[in-house]
């Protein structure tokens, strides 16, 4: 097995992936957000890149038990349940319930890997089960960071590298990309949350109000929950 | 000013890129080599992307001021005068002549900034003179990893890491992922030899019985040469 990780979201879908499992991870807050409602009983969750398809495909859904939820601009869409902030997907609200979910940058990295036979979902709270599930696959793990409009997203890669971290304690190869997501998770370790608020995106969430999610996002080990995502649903297999 | 740096090889040419200046590093071979010909006397490098391209870009020179120069699977072309390997690039050998150089990565590299405004060739030999190039144009500098055949290069986001530790000390401000290159440079700083003897690129020019141009390119500070692509060619300006 050899570990590798994407630090730049690719154009377009990924090729098949034959013998990989592919470990999308927006921290703040997407995947965060994925993990925390199917850990409170939510049934699953329907990824879609526009605001204009979660309202369409909702609306063919049984209303009393689907939500739609998401951001723009890091602000819940008027007209939707929930806003993309972890904290609001409790128990009360998700349990039995299937969400339809857009966000800027994590629904369209799931969709980068749809059709890909394994893509699981990963954040901090999730990263030892996931790594667990990885290496009882023996499948080619690699890391598909969300990144930020395109962009590098210092808080996925360092997520990334922990996870890389825990591959290598098994036995598994790393690719220098991967050798430095773990380099530079040790480098942040130390402090994850301060990590977390001085890079450019926990800045903008900052500006925005949101600095309780920054310390919710990066707990860890906190989930035992591998959302897997196949046929356009993310669920718990 | 703010630094970037872009970890994967983008596909296709840049934006225009008004206000920036583009710095590409191919450490393990292409760049060092360009400034070590230009530092013994080189009058120009003309990178071209293709070996036929080289052949018959050569062919319109004159032949006693012009030299072929470049690799295909790290080894010389057949037919052409030299291989990518720096230590080759003599003054003896260069000095008053002309290079038409085409390498794997690094001249592709190049290719995908031409037209831009300001764009320098790095390595680590010359690092400290790019530096202070940049602040001086007053421009925000962006690295450009030549990468391996698309995919992420340690050895040249490292060596861009060294030129933002430069640069954060001249007041420069880093963007996220500028700041997870200086970190990985921090990491390495201590011995880079032994970076480029690990990193995936370094073991395969090992195995090609390169390894003294793995000592030779990761020497700091010994060129103050600091060469320009412009118009299709790069000199001293």
């Not at 013998?19 to 939510?42: P, Q, Y």
């Not at 997907?89 to 990295?109: E, H, I, P, Q």
């Not at 996870?163 to 402090?191: C, H, Q, W």
Request: aromatic share 6%; net charge neutral; glycine share 10%.
């Amino acid at each position: 097995m050899r570990a590798d990780i994407e630090f730049i979201p690719r154009q377009g879908p990924f090729r098949k992936g034959e013998g990989k499992v592919f470990v999308v991870i927006d921290v703040l807050r997407a995947t965060t957000t994925i993990i925390e409602a199917l850990s409170n009983g939510c049934t699953e969750v329907i990824p879609v890149v526009t605001v204009d398809e979660a309202f369409s495909l909702a609306k063919t859904l049984p209303g009393e038990e689907t939500l739609i939820g998401g951001e723009r601009g890091g602000l819940k869409v008027d007209g939707f349940d929930l806003g993309n902030s972890p904290r609001e997907y409790t128990r009360d609200f998700v349990s039995g319930k299937r969400v339809v979910l857009t966000t800027t940058n994590g629904t369209k990295a799931l969709q980068s890997v749809a059709g890909c036979e394994h893509v699981i979902v990963a954040g901090f709270t999730n990263a030892h089960g996931v790594v667990q599930r990885c290496t009882t696959l023996q499948a080619d793990p690699v890391m598909v960071p969300a990144g930020k409009k395109g962009r590098f997203s210092l808080e996925d890669v360092v997520c990334g590298g922990m996870m890389m971290d825990l591959l290598e304690r098994e036995g598994v190869a790393l690719t220098d990309g991967a050798r430095a997501s773990r380099i530079l998770y040790k480098a942040f370790a130390p402090n994850l949350l301060e990590m977390a608020r001085t890079c450019e995106h926990g800045q903008e969430l900052i500006r925005l109000g949101l600095d309780e999610d920054l310390a919710f996002c990066v707990r860890t080990n906190v989930s035992s929950c591998v959302p897997v995502f196949k046929k356009g649903s993310v669920r718990l297999d």
